[in-house]
């Protein structure tokens, strides 16, 4: 299992299982929890949740996924801008350690930057850490601009990722954020790799660029928009899967190495970014 290390010491896979949409239909229930489980037997011991999905039901469930297993799984979870104050970061972890039935969180990111003040949100992370309540800390959705003006505040420089929209068809990322986190070391965590779902996930597999891709390599569209990701080892990939058999294809991801041949072929497809853009988010 390819892994690396992501908060000061602690080693995590490079493909974890995402959690958005999660938790939310009793009828699935059963069947979610199965596939999260069937992902850690592969070695996908990172889960990624938020205290947004399903308001809490994401959470919730993945207490019964993670229950006799916790020390083997790294869990991310993330508080929302508006609960982001001083005070409300404290409550609102422990509200989210309540419902993972845990009593500490690996790595607890800002889900995303509003108009809450960020010293804040920074001085709560380092209350957590000290109190042994989170691991690690950082951010999520933070653009070039976010992340010069986080490293500057004090707590800033123990920012341990940011998670951000990154797949085939959204490089932006690569003009400055990725530049940005690789001269510090900082790990990017890339969500929706697959292209979240719907319109979006249909286009990019259908796609025929990566359609030849994954021909030549006996493999399947989504293994290459994975393999693609995970080109870069210092990026954590979270894609969701809602089924086992969708989780151990995901895993097999990690068995393709792509070659100069299909990245130029990738790239005329799917082109980098030649300027910089706003940040883009789902
Ligand atoms: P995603 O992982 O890019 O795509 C999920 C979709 O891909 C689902 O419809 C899933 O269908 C399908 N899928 C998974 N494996 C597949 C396979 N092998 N073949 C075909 N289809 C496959 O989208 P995402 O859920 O938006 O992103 C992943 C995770 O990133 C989230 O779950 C969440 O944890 C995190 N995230 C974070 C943020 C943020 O702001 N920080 C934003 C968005 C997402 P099935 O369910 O049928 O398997």
């Known amino acids: 299992m390819a892994a690396f290390t992501l908060s000061r010491g602690r080693t995590v896979p490079r493909l974890g299982q995402g959690t958005w949409r999660i938790g939310e239909q009793q009828a699935r229930r059963q069947s979610e929890i199965a596939t999260l489980r069937a992902g850690l037997d592969l070695g996908l011991t990172l889960i990624d949740t938020a205290e947004m999905y399903g308001d809490g039901r994401s959470e919730e469930l993945i207490a019964e996924v993670i229950a006799g297993r916790r020390d083997d799984v790294y869990v991310v979870s993330k508080v929302l801008p508006q609960n982001a104050t001083r005070a409300g970061t404290i409550a609102a972890c422990e509200r989210s350690l309540k419902r993972l039935k845990t009593d500490y969180l690996d790595l607890y990111l800002l889900h995303w930057r509003q108009s809450e003040p960020l010293a804040e949100t920074l001085e709560a992370f380092a209350r957590l850490h000290k109190a042994g309540s989170i691991r690690a800390y950082g951010v999520s959705n933070f653009d070039h601009d976010d992340l010069d003006e986080a490293a500057a505040l004090e707590g800033g420089a123990k920012i341990a990722a940011n998670q951000v929209l990154y797949n085939l068809e959204h490089r932006g990322i690569?003009?400055?954020?990725?530049?940005?986190?690789?001269?510090?070391?900082?790990?990017?965590?890339?969500?929706?790799?697959?292209?979240?779902?719907?319109?979006?996930?249909?286009?990019?597999?259908?796609?025929?660029?990566?359609?030849?891709?994954?021909?030549?390599?006996?493999?399947?569209?989504?293994?290459?928009?994975?393999?693609?990701?995970?080109?870069?080892?210092?990026?954590?990939?979270?894609?969701?899967?809602?089924?086992?058999?969708?989780?151990?294809?995901?895993?097999?991801?990690?068995?393709?190495?792509?070659?100069?041949?299909?990245?130029?072929?990738?790239?005329?497809?799917?082109?980098?970014?030649?300027?910089?853009?706003?940040?883009?988010?789902?």
């Not at 530049?179 to 249909?202: K, T, V």
């Not at 493999?219 to 210092?234: G, I, N, Y």
């Not at 097999?252 to 990738?266: F, S, V, Y």
Request: with cysteine; proline share 8%.
């Open 174 to 282: 690569e003009w400055d954020v990725v530049p940005w986190c690789r001269e510090r070391g900082m790990p990017i965590m890339a969500y929706s790799p697959l292209g979240s779902g719907g319109q979006d996930l249909r286009r990019l597999l259908g796609d025929a660029a990566l359609r030849t891709v994954a021909e030549r390599h006996s493999a399947t569209p989504a293994q290459v928009a994975l393999a693609w990701v995970l080109r870069q080892p210092d990026v954590v990939v979270i894609p969701k899967a809602g089924s086992v058999e969708h989780v151990r294809e995901n895993r097999g991801a990690l068995d393709i190495e792509l070659g100069e041949d299909d990245l130029r072929t990738l790239d005329v497809a799917f082109p980098p970014p030649r300027r910089k853009t706003a940040l883009e988010m789902i």
